[in-house]
DNA sequence: TGGTCCAACTAACGGTGTTAAGTTAGCATG
DNA sequence: CATGCTAACTTAACACCGTTAGTTGGACCA
């Protein structure tokens, strides 16, 4: 049967497709001809929607992308950027097995581009330097992405001993691996905080040297 | 030709090449075929070393890992937390290509436990509650582990706005990739600091409800 | 000397991403 | 209305992957 009347395949409904493998098997588990079988279609046809397997990754990630918050900049410099950290980790959390993906590198230019204009000039506009700004936004992805790697990717508690302390009642494994997702959540949050509060210090601070390097911007 | 008269291969001499290939080719460039062609053997060679590729990686990450320093915490919180992220981010910066593969999740248990432990021990010695040190031990990864996986994790500068404030003479790209490096170990340093300044200024202040929760620690 | 085991070999299996070539529905044009 | 072109699928096949099975012959011990 070739050409059907009505096309059978859409990027949408691949992409779609695709997160639904990757959210239930993982990165690994999501093959051209596992994907195909699950649309009805023979793996070559995917070919005619998307030049290759990476450019559909892209895509894919792409979207999840689309729901990170870069907006609240407008409410000051501190509730942008805990806004955009939380809305990041947040879209990350929702499709864990993606984020061993992104350890590869952005495809996206554009969306990407957009979003770190965003948050560079929100962050300028705040009163920080610009050479402060483009720090203060690796960091950030920094940690959420160190985040997202840390603790979601992949079934096992690394660091079993650390969480020994905080729930010292439980010597099972399973409930001690249910209550890592929370230990991760509060630690970052935690970690995002420490970063913040720092930040705040350093606005008030004169411009040490030896520290950082760098001017610190005027109070905003 | 079976058996020959001095052995061909070793698990150093395996975990060596390996490594060789992947910092020059990158982690998908390392397949069993090309470094058993690199050692002058054929592929299955290789399994009667490592039972299996997975194994094998792991074991190169963690000879990595070797290099991480945990020991400074003698001399205090803060120099125990600072010179462990940068020999962390140092030993993962020679070898970026790796950084993707740790995405997975770790591999030897033992080693990283024994790290985990020691970083916790060392806060908690310092005067850290153990539930905050579990939380500064896992916020210092993230940050190094993001910082791996946003710069090095591979090859072209994703942000380029985000860099043309710093150097905005370089309108060409490579130039503009050469020093990508410097903006990551600076933002990376700035992220640290940042960090370890909120930390220190936690340590000073009483607890706060609606803060990230839990008892301040005593002055160490 | 004979037996066992080790450390390599070649062949092969099932899987991968991807390309090539074939087939026909739908559409535009003479 | 017939013709030709392109779109959207098909099946076959390629080169590679990690890994397993079965074979071979030198090294060591009784």
Redesign the interface.
């Known amino acids: 049967m070739p050409r059907p009347t009505t096309p059978l395949l859409s990027q949408a409904g691949i992409r779609a497709s695709a997160l639904e493998i990757i959210d239930r098997e993982g990165l690994d588990g999501l093959s051209m001809r596992k994907l195909a079988a699950a649309l009805g279609v023979s793996a070559p046809a995917l070919y005619f929607h998307y030049p290759t397997k990476e450019h559909l990754l892209d895509d894919v990630a792409s979207e999840i992308m689309e729901k990170v918050d870069v907006t609240a900049f407008t409410h000051g410099w501190r509730e942008g950027l805990l806004t955009w950290a939380r809305s990041y980790r947040a879209a990350l959390a929702e499709h864990p097995n993606i984020?061993?993906f992104?350890?590869?590198?952005?495809g996206q230019?554009d969306a990407?581009?957009r979003r770190?204009?965003a948050i560079?000039g929100g962050l300028v506009a705040a009163g920080w330097p610009?050479?402060?700004?483009?720090?203060?936004?690796?960091?950030t992805?920094?940690?959420?992405?160190?985040?997202a790697?840390?603790s979601f990717?992949?079934?096992?508690v690394?660091?079993?001993?650390?969480?020994l302390?905080?729930y010292p009642s439980l010597a099972d494994a399973h409930r001690l691996r249910e209550h890592a997702d929370a230990?991760?959540r509060?630690?970052?949050?935690?970690?995002l905080?420490?970063?913040?509060?720092?930040?705040a210090?350093?606005l008030g601070r004169p411009p040490e040297s030896g520290?950082?390097?760098g001017p610190a911007p005027r109070r905003g």
Chains 1, 2 share one sequence.
């Open positions: 984020v061993p992104l350890a590869r590198g952005p230019r990407s581009l770190a204009d560079h610009p050479r402060e700004a483009t720090m203060i936004g690796a960091s992805k920094y940690l959420v992405l160190g985040a790697m840390g990717s992949r079934g096992f690394d660091d079993v001993q650390v969480y302390d905080r230990v991760d509060d630690s970052f949050e935690f970690a905080l420490m970063f913040v509060d720092g930040l210090a350093r520290g950082a390097s």
